[in-house]
């Protein structure tokens, strides 16, 4: 008998219980663990706000995985269960059988549903009748708040009833309740209404940010407190800043803003992206940072040479696994500043990208040694810089000892353009034909990506 059939069996016997709503909440105190996720599937898929309410109160894992469940957000079954924490909560004593500790509304749990369900997947006997280590009893902190768990995307039409319910719910119930939101996305939402949400939530549980709309330099700085009390945040990414009018204004905003990095000790990964209020000051965040980063970005805005000297030289960029500097132009910058800031990150750079910076061929001719012990390096991009057929095929020739280099991306060689910078399909095909012979002349499979963009991007 294959292992299907038994638990073909369990779903059955949940369908059963469900017609006759009385017994099966009467018999949830003797009901065998392993019916409790088919039962509850069931339940909820009928929507049975009753059953699911007792289900609640008797479940007997530490976790409730209901995000796994709802495709969409559905607020009657979300206010059944919250109906059933409720009476949870509230008693003294707790059922004998419930280990309930986390309701998690996360996308996440599937393969605990599908291992319930009988899905293909096999079940050990020694899990189906007892709780696994993650479900033992916690009985050294029998206090402890109960947690939900839930992604926050926030945007203007994300506040529906789904969100707003458990929103109200979690705040009534601030003392037993920590809404806990490990990844918070923002991206149309206003300052008031933000506020408003991360009231509600536990702020060192949130380990990423993203903030993907445009804000003025004023709005960050009002949200930077905030961003200090994410002290496990581990990446970071902020979008376009605009500008403020008075630089007296800018040079506040940027203090509240760097200064609050010296509460966050776990940051990894920081992005920004076009943060022109850096320009002149980068070596103010810099010296905030407490932690050595593995992957930094900073894009599309202009650093100066003071600015690049305190990149490469500070500390924290010395492990650093990626780094973005697309759209930083290195065209006026001094010739040595570049070549210095990869040094740095030689032994351990794993993704280097400088898309659109201006780069030409005396800048990458500087680099070319640097690149070569590279070793590490799995993912390159130039793309959007004016380069010569000459200076690509030194670098061709440079990079050819990298081991693991699987990803390249370059721009079309200047000579495919005619002089007023009109790509010309003829001399493209004649500069795809050479370098596929210098890659046939290095002598090892190699595979590279020549990508075209505007010559008003190229050239301007």
């Known amino acids: 008998m294959s292992i299907q059939n038994p638990l073909r069996l369990l ?91 986390v309701l998690d509304l996360r996308n996440t749990g599937q393969d605990f549903w599908r291992m319930w369900s009988g899905s293909s997947v096999h079940v050990p006997s020694s899990f189906s009748m007892a709780p696994g280590a993650e479900d033992r009893p916690r009985t050294e902190q029998p206090l402890a708040p109960f947690k939900v768990f839930i992604e926050l995307h926030l945007k203007e039409r994300s506040m529906d009833g789904f969100l707003t319910c458990l929103m109200r719910w979690v705040e009534q119930r601030k003392a037993s309740i920590h809404l806990c939101c490990k990844k918070l996305r923002i991206l149309s939402f206003s300052m008031d209404k933000i506020m408003k949400v991360l009231s509600t939530v536990q702020l060192d549980c949130i380990q990423e940010v993203y903030v993907d709309r445009t804000w003025h330099l004023s709005t960050l700085a009002m949200f930077a407190p905030l961003l200090g009390q994410m002290t496990n945040l581990k990446r970071l990414l902020i979008s376009h800043i605009h500008m403020p009018d008075s630089e007296e204004q800018e040079e506040e905003h940027v203090v509240k803003i760097t200064s609050q990095f010296l509460r966050l000790h776990h940051v990894r990964d920081l992005h920004l992206e076009s943060p022109f209020y850096l320009e002149g000051c980068l070596d103010q965040m810099l010296r905030c940072l407490k932690t050595p980063l593995d992957n930094l970005g900073i894009t599309h805005c202009l650093l100066t040479n003071s600015d690049l000297t305190h990149l490469s030289q500070s500390p924290n960029i010395s492990q650093l696994k990626g780094l973005d500097l697309s759209g930083v132009t290195m065209t006026y910058s001094s010739p040595e500043l570049l070549p210095a800031l990869l040094e740095k990150v030689s032994a351990t750079l794993q993704e280097l990208y400088l898309e659109q910076s201006g780069i030409r061929d005396s800048h990458l001719e500087s680099i070319l040694h640097i690149l070569s012990c590279c070793f590490q390096l799995m993912s390159f991009s130039l793309r959007g810089n004016l380069l010569s057929m000459a200076i690509l095929e030194k670098l061709l020739r440079h990079t050819s ?54 010559l008003s991007t190229l050239w301007r």
């Open 401 to 454: 000892g990298l081991p693991r280099l699987s990803q390249e991306l370059y721009p079309v060689p200047q000579e495919s353009f005619s002089s007023d910078g009109i790509l010309q399909p003829r001399r493209l095909s004649q500069c795809q034909t050479e370098l596929l012979e210098i890659l046939e002349d290095l002598g090892h499979p190699r595979t590279i990506c020549i990508s075209f963009m505007p």
């Open 11 to 101: 779903n059955l016997a949940g369908k059963s219980l469900l017609t006759e709503e009385a017994l099966a909440i009467s018999t949830l105190e003797y009901l065998p663990i392993e019916l409790f996720p088919p039962l509850f599937m069931e339940a909820f898929w009928g929507r049975h706000r009753k059953i699911l309410k007792a289900l609640v109160q008797a479940w007997p894992f530490v976790r409730l995985p209901l995000g796994g469940l709802m495709q969409t957000p559905h607020l009657v079954t979300l206010q059944a269960v919250l109906d059933g924490l409720d009476v949870l909560l509230t008693q003294k004593d707790r059922p004998r059988r419930c280990k309930l500790r």
